[in-house]
Nanobody, 123 residues
């Protein structure tokens, strides 16, 4: 069964950190790229980070570079998003998604999605 389940969201203050987890079932991470996306209230969904199936190469949206770090545990079939120095504008529902491409591609190529986890950054 193809499934992605996110966890780890919550309410934090600006400057704090969170780690999001994505449990991946039914995929081989060697052949699957995993992306993290977010959707803020009233805004379109945007890509945050992606880790490729090939070599685990990571990329990041400009606003999170140097603050967010994506990683994967091949043995556990888990993908993580470490989020540091969180800002109010990072607030949103965070989704992980899977693509059958071995390299990170556009959002439209991610066919499988989790249900999302809410991240709220507020003082």
């Amino acid at each position: 069964q193809l499934q992605l389940v996110e966890s780890g969201g919550g309410l934090v203050q600006p400057g704090e950190s969170l780690i999001l987890s994505c449990a991946v079932s039914g995929f081989n991470l060697d052949y699957t790229s995993i992306g993290w996306f977010r959707q803020a209230p009233g805004k379109e969904r945007e890509g945050v980070s992606c880790i490729s199936g090939s070599y685990g190469k990571a990329n990041y949206e400009d606003s999170v570079k140097g603050r967010f770090f994506i990683s994967r545990d091949m043995a556990q079939n888990m993908v993580y998003l470490q989020m540091d120095s969180l800002k109010a504008e990072d607030t949103g529902v965070y989704y992980c998604a899977a693509s059958n491409f071995r390299v990170c591609v556009s959002e439209s190529e991610f066919q499988y999605w989790g249900q999302g986890t809410q991240v709220t950054v507020s003082s």
